[in-house]
């Protein structure tokens, strides 16, 4: 990596930033220069201000005191309108599509090319948005409904929509969560492109090695304030993480020993849930973590949601504790003991208007129920536990659950179902979005579900966390199982041989 030599003056300038949410201190008095050309990122924990900063300088609110610059603009009181105007425009961690709408009327919402006679030149919409989508080479069609692409596709439709407008200032929020390593590379061929162009990126993320692939200067915050900003050639990945966290961290475990004989507690034998999975066998022990590994497309969690209830099982059998799970709804598969963490906690997971207690409880209501009614004591003594026993960060059981961080609301989450006491519990990506210190603290208790006996099944894009995880990994390719790899014997290289060619 080059690092660009910044201009004499910052493109962005920020000085004395303060934000306050209800209960929380999001920004204090945070300076922040960016200059013209260069690749800025913005590390930090989960809850240390790293959205907020960006939606400020995005328009999406205000902060409540300070100095904003933008090229010698004051843009302290700004309008994601106006932001747009001035060529500020950000890729958002959630996404923020309409569904019901085609990829193209997405791309350009609100500013479609028009003829004369008012009407909307649909072909030049396709076109221009075909053009953009093949910089990120997905194979998208501009004419297909949002609600019909995958995760990982919205999102390119929501980098594709950024790249639409006239850029000067990129903001990319956590933009390779969903993507391959074919589809990162590919976004990072852009943006080294603006970068060369003139155009400025801030790009926030937990992965601290694009930091060192991509990024010319990075800024580290904690608790809202900014602990560093330095060149990244001046500084290393153990550098960051002190100062993001306070202490030096040893999450990754590689080459995990096999889980000590125990009895199965999942079988499944030739599943097959069209139209994503063929055909998949695989087991699950007590005690053991068993990681479902594979490209985006695979099946991953149309097998794991099969298995949950929420997809049709079309043939196959799944065993459960020795008898068969015939539920064919999420409901049956709690009352036998399945429970499933999934791979979006906003949007299918979790209740972000409603409190801590609320949301731990939400799954399990019969423990915190007396005489037909939920007691508001019973709930808060089961969340009471879990926040202890997982350290969720809250200053009370009644804090809305939108203003956690996202680490927190994660262990949240996690909570809400371990709450319902599961034989088998399966997780969906469990740490996406999460910052390295909360990713410690997941790994730690997903080891320790294990250790007490708890049979996990666990879904991760990220090859480092399978290995970091797995007793034993499964690897699917394009809807079947087509092999496994005890946890002590596996390396990136024969996971990615498996998954990409069979």
Same mark, same amino acid.
């Given at each position: 990596?080059?690092?660009?030599?910044?201009?004499?003056?910052?493109?962005?300038?920020?000085?004395?930033?303060?934000?306050?949410?209800?209960?929380?201190?999001?920004?204090?008095?945070?300076?922040?220069?960016?200059?013209?050309?260069?690749?800025?990122?913005?590390?930090?924990?989960?809850?240390?201000?790293?959205?907020?900063?960006?939606?400020?300088?995005?328009?999406?609110?205000?902060?409540?005191?300070?100095?904003?610059?933008?090229?010698?603009?004051?843009?302290?009181?700004?309008?994601?309108?106006?932001?747009?105007?001035?060529?500020?425009?950000?890729?958002?961690?959630?996404?923020?599509?309409?569904?019901?709408?085609?990829?193209?009327?997405?791309?350009?919402?609100?500013?479609?090319?028009?003829?004369?006679?008012?009407?909307?030149?649909?072909?030049?919409?396709?076109?221009?948005?075909?053009?953009?989508?093949?910089?990120?080479?997905?194979?998208?069609? !501009?004419?297909?409904?949002? =609600? *019909? @692409? $995958?995760?990982?596709?919205?999102?390119? +439709?929501? #980098? &594709?929509?950024?790249?639409?407008?006239?850029?000067?200032?990129?903001?990319?929020?956590?933009?390779?969560?969903?993507?391959?390593?074919?589809?990162?590379?590919?976004?990072?061929?852009?943006?080294?492109?603006?970068?060369?162009?003139?155009?400025?990126?801030?790009?926030?993320?937990?992965?601290?090695?694009?930091?060192?692939?991509?990024?010319?200067?990075?800024?580290?915050?904690?608790?809202?304030?900014?602990?560093?900003?330095?060149?990244?050639?001046?500084?290393?990945?153990?550098?960051?993480?002190?100062?993001?966290?306070?202490?030096?961290?040893?999450?990754?475990?590689?080459?995990?020993?096999?889980?000590?004989?125990?009895?199965?507690?999942?079988?499944?034998?030739?599943?097959?849930?069209? !139209?994503?999975?063929?055909? =998949? *066998? @695989? $087991?699950?022990?007590?005690?053991?973590? +068993?990681? #479902? &590994?594979?490209?985006?497309?695979?099946?991953?969690?149309?097998?794991?949601?099969?298995?949950?209830?929420?997809?049709?099982?079309?043939?196959?059998?799944?065993?459960?504790?020795?008898?068969?799970?015939?539920?064919?709804?999420?409901?049956?598969?709690?009352?036998?003991?399945?429970?499933?963490?999934?791979?979006?906690?906003?949007?299918?997971?979790?209740?972000?208007?409603?409190?801590?207690?609320?949301?731990?409880?939400?799954?399990?209501?019969?423990?915190?129920?007396?005489?037909?009614?939920?007691?508001?004591?019973?709930?808060?003594?089961?969340?009471?536990?879990?926040?202890?026993?997982?350290?969720?960060?809250?200053?009370?059981?009644?804090?809305?659950?939108?203003?956690?961080?996202?680490?927190?609301?994660?262990?949240?989450?996690?909570?809400?179902?371990?709450?319902?006491?599961?034989?088998?519990?399966?997780?969906?990506?469990?740490?996406?979005?999460?910052?390295?210190?909360?990713?410690?603290?997941?790994?730690?208790?997903?080891?320790?579900?294990?250790?007490?006996?708890?049979?996990?099944?666990?879904?991760?894009?990220?090859?480092?966390?399978?290995?970091?995880?797995?007793?034993?990994?499964?690897?699917?390719?394009?809807?079947?199982?087509?092999?496994?790899?005890?946890?002590?014997?596996?390396?990136?290289?024969?996971?990615?041989?498996?998954?990409?060619?069979?």
């Amino acid at each position: 990596m080059t690092t660009a030599a910044p201009a004499s003056e910052p493109v962005l300038r920020i000085r004395g930033l303060v934000k306050k949410f209800p209960g929380v201190q999001a920004l204090r008095s945070l300076d922040l220069d960016v200059y013209r050309g260069t690749v800025h990122a913005i590390v930090g924990e989960n809850g240390a201000g790293k959205s907020t900063l960006m939606n400020i300088i995005a328009g999406v609110t205000n902060a409540d005191s300070g100095a904003l610059e933008f090229d010698g603009i004051d843009i302290s009181t700004l309008t994601e309108q106006k932001a747009g105007a001035l060529g500020i425009g950000m890729v958002h961690q959630e996404r923020s599509l309409v569904p019901e709408l085609s990829v193209a009327e997405n791309v350009f919402a609100g500013r479609q090319p028009i003829t004369p006679l008012g009407t909307v030149r649909w072909r030049t919409m396709a076109r221009d948005t075909r053009s953009i989508v093949d910089l990120l080479a997905r194979d998208i069609d !501009p004419k297909a409904r949002v =609600a *019909s @692409l $995958s995760p990982a596709e919205q999102h390119m +439709v929501e #980098i &594709a929509k950024a790249l639409s407008f006239d850029l000067r200032l990129l903001i990319l929020d956590e933009p390779t969560a969903a993507l391959t390593p074919t589809e990162t590379e590919r976004l990072f061929a852009v943006v080294r492109s603006l970068r060369a162009k003139g155009i400025s990126t801030l790009y926030i993320t937990h992965r601290l090695n694009e930091v060192f692939e991509l990024a010319d200067h990075v800024t580290v915050l904690r608790d809202g304030a900014v602990t560093g900003s330095m060149n990244v050639a001046d500084c290393t990945e153990d550098e960051l993480i002190r100062r993001m966290v306070g202490r030096a961290l040893t999450f990754e475990r590689r080459n995990v020993p096999a889980a000590k004989p125990a009895r199965e507690v999942l079988r499944v034998t030739q599943l097959r849930s069209e !139209p994503r999975v063929k055909s =998949a *066998s @695989l $087991s699950v022990h007590a005690g053991e973590i +068993v990681c #479902i &590994a594979g490209l985006i497309g695979a099946g991953r969690t149309e097998l794991c949601e099969a298995l949950f209830g929420v997809r049709r099982r079309d043939s196959g059998e799944v065993i459960l504790d020795g008898a068969p799970l015939t539920g064919r709804n999420p409901s049956d598969s709690v009352r036998r003991g399945v429970a499933m963490v999934p791979e979006d906690r906003k949007e299918a997971g979790l209740f972000l208007g409603m409190d801590v207690t609320s949301n731990v409880v939400a799954a399990s209501l019969g423990s915190a129920t007396r005489m037909g009614v939920v007691a508001r004591n019973l709930s808060d003594e089961v969340a009471s536990r879990y926040v202890s026993s997982m350290r969720i960060r809250t200053p009370n059981l009644r804090q809305i659950l939108g203003n956690l961080s996202g680490g927190n609301q994660q262990k949240v989450l996690l909570a809400k179902w371990l709450a319902t006491k599961p034989k088998l519990l399966i997780v969906d990506e469990p740490t996406r979005g999460v910052d390295v210190g909360a990713r410690e603290e997941i790994y730690a208790e997903l080891r320790a579900l294990a250790g007490q006996g708890l049979a996990l099944l666990v879904v991760s894009l990220d090859l480092t966390e399978v290995l970091a995880l797995a007793h034993r990994i499964v690897v699917m390719r394009e809807g079947r199982v087509v092999g496994e790899i005890a946890g002590d014997a596996a390396t990136e290289e024969e996971v990615v041989r498996l998954a990409a060619t069979g």
